[in-house]
């Protein structure tokens, strides 16, 4: 399966200047693990001219960058967004429209470059610097371990759904189970609850689709599957934490993880036999820019 492309959106009033630069070095810098997008509240209609010439002069991509609205990835149709970056304080202390895909947000401070007074130098000097402060942070940004953070809250979310569970029962908030969940049958019960929580997700028609039959398949698979369908390496290791009906035994969780593991594997090949026409690619239709 791909690896996941992360969408980040950089804002700033205007987007003329630094907001596009942040678009052009994350696109570069991003080694295809993330994708740049830039706009802005009141959106100037044209990119300032210094700007795309240093980023032409740094060989930066420039082809497609615009200044446009950030109407325009509240709308229908638009990527979903994992981080929105505000790159000015005007646009950090605004009321932003509702993204899709409820992002992060951050605020980097660049003073504006567009605003620089004194010689065609003196601002060409003052886009420079804004272009070498915004290398610096996303250069930390792309380096970041995301996709291992992103592990570490689902393990944490479901661990706080464990002790939750247990504050609405009166029982103690932390626990080491005792529940036994071991041998063929409950491994084989794993590998299929995986594999078919897998099919669900891969061969879905319509992406509004995915939530309820997920959540059909994992409410079928609890009855029909004798180790209860965990289909989840995050939800073994909760479970590990509650000494009920629900647990398992932390000893036990790796072999559990191991079937998990090799049924997803399994559903990879299965349904791109089952899935072809689905699975094959769409024409891409272009984001806004």
């Known amino acids: 399966m791909a690896d996941k492309v992360y969408h980040v959106l950089f804002l700033c009033t205007g987007n003329s200047a630094r907001s596009i630069l942040a678009e052009s070095l994350l696109n570069t810098l991003g080694r295809g693990k993330f994708r740049g997008f830039s706009a ?37 149709g638009a990527p979903p967004l994992d981080f929105i970056v505000t790159v000015c304080d005007n646009a950090a202390g605004e ?19 567009a605003a620089a007074d004194g010689t065609d130098a003196d601002k060409a000097f003052a886009f420079l610097r804004a272009l070498k402060e915004l290398e610096g942070r996303i250069k930390r ?35 080491s189970s005792l529940h036994a969940r071991e041998g063929f049958a409950q491994w084989l019960a794993e590998f299929v609850a995986t594999l078919g929580l897998l099919l669900v997700v891969l061969g879905h ?8 039959m997920v959540a059909a398949w994992i409410g079928a698979a609890y009855w029909f599957t004798s180790s209860t369908s965990f289909a989840n390496p995050a939800i ?9 009906f629900a647990g398992i ?29 689905a699975l094959r690619p769409a024409p891409e239709r272009p984001p806004p820019m």
């Open 40 to 76: 802005g509240s009141f959106p100037k209609g044209r990119v300032h001219p210094m700007a795309t010439e240093l980023l032409e002069r740094m060989n930066l991509p420039t082809e497609g960058l615009r200044s446009k609205s950030w109407d325009e990835f509240a709308a229908p």
């Open 95 to 113: 009321i932003c429209p509702v993204w899709p895909g409820k992002p992060l947000t951050a605020h980097w401070g660049i003073a504006d470059p």
């Open 141 to 175: 940004l792309v380096d970041l371990p995301i996709a291992s953070l992103d592990r570490m809250k689902q393990v944490a979310g479901c661990c706080a759904g464990a002790i939750l569970a247990h504050a609405m029962f009166e029982l103690p908030l932390i626990q």
């Open 205 to 212: 028609r319509r992406p509004e689709d995915v939530p309820w």
């Open 236 to 244: 073994s290791i909760a479970r590990s934490l509650s000494n009920t």
């Open 249 to 277: 035994a932390p000893s036990h969780v790796p072999a559990f993880i191991l079937a998990q593991l090799l049924g997803a594997l399994a559903a990879i090949p299965i349904a791109r036999v089952l899935f072809a026409p």
